[in-house]
């Protein structure tokens, strides 16, 4: 019997303008790890941050064209593009807040949970949520919130 080969998304490229300026506001405005910075010759580099050390992490991809500068901010056309999932909501909203995060609303309660709508530096909207138990029964654990 031959194990399942099981997929994950292990990435997702997300256009920057600068990529020490995107370093910044992910590290120190969220939180996230800073997992890879690797140098590709020229003014070309491998970034990638996550939330956490495990799962999916963003490829931040410096926007080298005009045509890609102009989606900086808004790859999913002003939809909400990308959810935050958290175990601790009101911590991660306050820290946030406190750290002069843009929110568009206040946080509100859904069947599903507790939700805000946040921008990032460059405009990209977010969700960062918190799902109730009967919702995600499984949410991983991805280690002590500090």
């Known amino acids: ?6 997929q994950q998304i292990a990435s997702i490229a997300l256009l920057v303008a600068d990529y020490d300026e995107a370093i910044a506001f992910y590290t120190q405005k969220l939180g996230f790890s800073l997992l890879e910075d690797t ?11 996550a939330p956490g050390t495990a799962g999916t992490a963003l490829l931040l991809a410096r926007a080298s064209t005009p045509a890609q500068l102009q989606q900086v901010g808004d790859q999913a056309a002003g939809r909400v593009f990308l959810f935050l999932q958290t175990k601790d ?3 991660d909203y306050r820290q946030m807040q406190a750290k002069g995060v843009h929110f568009h609303e206040a946080p509100r309660e859904e069947a599903y949970g507790t939700v805000v709508v946040f921008s990032d530096l460059y405009g990209n909207k ?7 138990a009967v919702s995600a029964p499984d949410v991983a654990d ?4 500090d």
């Open 1 to 6: 019997m031959t194990a399942e080969f099981q």
């Open 39 to 49: 140098p590709l010759g020229g003014d070309k580099r491998w970034v990638r941050v």
């Open 89 to 91: 909501f009101w911590r």
């Open 126 to 132: 977010w969700d960062l949520l918190q799902l109730n």
């Open 142 to 145: 991805t280690g002590p919130a």
